[in-house]
T-cell receptor
Framework: GESVGLHLPTLSVQEGDNSIINCAYS??????FIWYKQESGKGPQFIID?????DKRQGQRVTVLLNKTVKHLSLQIAATQPGDSAVYFC???????????FGKGITLSVRP | SQTIHQWPATLVQPVGSPLSLECTVE??????LYWYRQAAGRGLQLLFY??????ISSEVPQNLSASRPQDRQFILSSKKLLLSDSGFYLC????????????FGEGSRLTVL
């Protein structure tokens, strides 16, 4: 995914609502996907990952969905909290020893 | 456990001055190492990656260079900074034979005036 040259889109949600952050990828050979969360002034932190042999994986308050048919990845955050406000990046790789390719990133803003 | 440190955390430099950002990884051997740049409000741009000592691959032509003098040390340098070099620089590492998951440092914010 292209990750430079464009300002990041913003998703604004009400505190307590569920958030859905979407990501499209283009490489049909990608078989590993990961979501990162980046708080202001900090490095990205791992949230959750999924391999291509799965279509859904759940963590604590987060769920990642993978639709390989349309090359679409989404991150669902349940009961969004102010601490969830951050930039979220999806990334993909084609497996062992390959570099991650990052998506554009989306800013999640949580309204109190 | 593995840790990654990069410094300095914040740097303000005049145009034309040199740059040296350092990154070290502890608790792992022979990691892949990466330098990313993030301009304000923008995504992550891969600048350099290294699979071993002295092995550097550059992703984009630029005013910067990278070196890996030791297995767990990665340095980002410039001889003469440009205004456009301002940004948030992130060092990261990954384990060979893994899926490529990256572990990021806390970043170094560079402002060129």
């Amino acid at each position: 995914g292209e990750s430079v040259g464009l300002h990041l889109p913003t998703l604004s949600v009400q505190e307590g609502d569920n958030s859905i952050i979407n990501c499209a990828y283009s490489n049909s050979a990608s078989d590993y996907f990961i979501w990162y969360k980046q708080e202001s002034g900090k490095g990205p932190q791992f949230i959750i990952d999924i391999r291509s042999n799965m279509d859904k994986r759940q963590g604590q308050r987060v769920t990642v969905l993978l639709n390989k048919t349309v090359k679409h990845l989404s991150l669902q955050i349940a009961a969004t909290q102010p601490g969830d406000s951050a930039v979220y990046f999806c990334a993909e790789s084609t497996g062992a020893n390959s570099k991650l390719t990052f998506g554009k990133g989306i800013t999640l803003s949580v309204r109190p | 456990s593995q840790t990654i440190h990069q410094w300095p955390a914040t740097l303000v430099q005049p145009v034309g001055s040199p740059l040296s950002l350092e990154c070290t990884v502890e608790g792992t051997s022979n990691p892949n190492l990466y330098w990313y740049r993030q301009a304000a409000g923008r995504g992550l741009q891969l600048l350099f990656y290294s699979v071993g000592i002295g092995q550097i691959s550059s992703e984009v032509p630029q005013n910067l260079s990278a070196s890996r003098p030791q297995d767990r040390q990665f340095i980002l340098s410039s001889k003469k900074l440009l205004l456009s070099d301002s940004g948030f620089y992130l060092c990261a590492w990954s384990v060979l034979s893994n899926t490529g998951e990256l572990f990021f440092g806390e970043g170094s914010r560079l402002t060129v005036l």
